[in-house]
């Protein structure tokens, strides 16, 4: 249902941005956030956004770099990637679950999603 985009090899520095599209559904009733995964290291929060995209959570290593979004279509998300390091190196990957208007808060669990993109490769070179 989820595919993420955008990935691909850029120098330390530079920019990114990864697209998240659905399938046949809308984001207006998910909760979507983004993750990663390096080689040899355990999946990694990156990002989330609530339902209604008025609060946005971020790892703190990401905090001020990267910004999630939606876009003005009602099943795409965004994940802008500025000032990249060698260590944002890892495939990423989006994720979202239908959740209750009356939950504020994004996710930020991987176990709290229901639904996985396969994968998008971002390499960033010294």
């Known amino acids: 249902q989820l595919q993420a985009s955008g990935g691909g090899l850029v120098q330390a520095g530079g920019s990114l941005r990864l697209s998240c599209t659905g399938s046949?559904?809308?984001?207006?009733?998910?909760?979507m956030g983004w993750f990663r995964q390096a080689p040899g290291k355990e999946r990694e929060f990156v990002a989330a956004?609530?339902?209604?995209?008025?609060?946005?959570y971020y790892g703190d290593s990401m905090q001020g770099r990267f910004t999630i979004s939606a876009g003005d279509a009602e099943n795409t998300v965004y994940l802008q990637m500025n000032s990249l390091r060698p260590d944002d190196t890892a495939v990423y990957y989006c994720?979202?679950?239908?959740?209750?208007?009356?939950?504020?808060?994004?996710?930020?669990?991987?176990?709290?999603?229901?639904?996985w993109g396969q994968g998008t490769l971002v390499t960033v070179s010294s």
């Open positions: 046949g559904i809308s984001f207006s009733e998910y909760a």
């Open positions: 956004m609530s339902r209604d995209g008025v609060t946005k």
């Open positions: 994720a979202g679950r239908t959740i209750s208007r009356t939950v504020l808060s994004p996710l930020t669990l991987s176990s709290e999603y229901a639904y």
